[in-house]
């Protein structure tokens, strides 16, 4: 059975720092990028920052780059995301997911920096952690 479970979410002041996981299990994880997406209230799901594999090159949009960092873990089949300087616009439901890299082409590496975008359906999902940045 395919998993992936986040966790590290909560409640943070403006300027604070997060850790989310996402503890994977159920496919082999050295051949899937990771992404993290995220959903605010009333607005479409975005993805905002994915690692590949081989190489382990992140790609991060403009709205989170600077603050978070992806890492992947590949003993523990876990991948990571820090959050730093969180803003308000940073509450939502994030998920992170699982693509084949084979699914993704190799000139991405080229285009984005890192073979795991956004564009490409995901094949495996979690069920989310809430983010709530408040004062």
């Known amino acids: 059975e395919v998993r992936l479970v986040e966790s590290g979410g909560g409640l943070v002041q403006p300027g604070g720092s997060l850790r989310l996981s996402c503890a994977t299990s159920?496919?082999?994880?050295?051949?899937?990028?990771i992404g993290w997406f995220r959903q605010a209230p009333g607005k479409e799901r975005e993805g905002i920052s994915c690692?590949?594999?081989?190489?382990?090159?992140?790609y991060y949009e403009d709205s989170v780059k600077g603050r978070f960092t992806i890492s992947r873990d590949n003993a523990k089949n876990t991948v990571f995301l820090k959050m730093n300087n969180l803003e308000p616009e940073d509450t939502a439901i994030y998920y992170c997911?699982?693509?084949?890299?084979?699914?993704?082409?190799?000139?991405?590496?080229?285009?984005?920096?890192?073979?795991?975008?956004?564009?490409?359906?995901?094949?495996?999902w979690g069920q989310g952690t809430q983010v709530t940045v408040s004062s």
């Open positions: 997911a699982a693509v084949y890299v084979v699914s993704v082409p190799l000139s991405d590496t080229i285009m984005y920096g890192a073979r795991c975008h956004f564009q490409y359906e995901y094949d495996f």
């Open positions: 690692v590949s594999t081989e190489s382990g090159s992140e």
């Open positions: 159920g496919f082999t994880f050295g051949d899937y990028a």
